[in-house]
């Protein structure tokens, strides 16, 4: 009887991890665009008539200056640049109206701050029947406290933490936003540009020994949707130059 052969070995495995795709900044702006356009289907029209119109005036100035070539080289970058600035900023309005209206909105505006504030990812009130919540943020201003809720009922909320904060930070300015559509209250994306507008009051360290002793008085836990950062839309510009 013929031998039986022996089980051919295996591959021995290259123990080279996969290649992970690096994201380029064209990855980002198409995504950004696919968001946008599914809120906002006219966004392409936008985006094309702000390119276009741009080139125009750039091939207007090149034949009035008789360097056509020159002025379409030149005006094409700032094309570009017009139609990201553009989808920028209906990127930005399409991200706030899909998480408007979810309990933790006003959380993930006030997270696009980059610097300056310290925003806890748990809200320091709530209310279980109504899900009226509060939300407590430290800066150089002092302390902001964002109620997220109906202009009847939130301001109550508001002033009991407020009083809460006061017995141990006597000294410590508090301001007082409610975050909304309904009368005297800021609409979600005009939220962060609020509070970035308060006065600074207090010191880096001052900031930071608050901080420290509010942690204290902890918080409500609550689950908070991640909302889109509509920030994360704008062009890389050293990614454009190939850096």
């Known amino acids: 009887m013929a031998r039986q052969r022996s089980a051919e070995p295996s591959p021995a495995p290259s ?22 356009r599914k809120a906002d289907p006219a966004v392409t029209w ?31 970058p700032f094309a570009v640049l017009a139609a990201m600035f553009i989808l920028a900023r209906r990127a930005e309005t399409a991200a706030y109206r899909q998480i408007e209206g979810q309990p933790g909105a006003a959380l993930s505006a006030l997270r696009t701050i980059r610097r300056g504030w ?3 990812e748990e809200p320091v009130a709530m209310d279980p029947r109504n899900q009226d919540l509060v939300f407590r943020g430290v800066g150089r201003a002092g302390v902001v406290l964002v109620g997220e809720g109906p202009a009847g009922r939130i301001p109550r909320l508001l002033d009991l933490e407020r009083k809460k904060i006061t017995r141990i930070l006597p000294n ?25 507008r308060l006065k600074s009051t207090l010191t880096k360290q001052e900031a930071e020994e608050v901080t420290k002793r509010l942690r204290s008085l902890g918080g409500a836990k609550l689950p908070i949707p991640k909302g889109v950062d509509p920030y994360r839309v704008r062009p890389d510009r050293k990614g454009m130059r190939g850096r």
């Open 46 to 76: 936008w985006l094309l008539a702000s390119f276009v119109g741009v080139m125009a005036v750039a091939l207007v100035i090149g034949f009035a200056v008789n360097q056509v070539v020159y002025l379409i080289v030149v005006g094409l």
């Open 172 to 196: 410590v300015p508090i301001t007082l936003i409610q975050a909304g559509n309904g009368e005297g209250q800021v609409p979600l994306r005009k939220l962060p540009r609020a509070v970035q």
């Open 15 to 36: 123990g080279k991890a996969p290649k992970v795709r690096k994201t380029r900044w064209y990855h980002q702006v198409w995504s950004a665009y696919q968001m946008t």
């Open 118 to 120: 310290d925003f806890p």
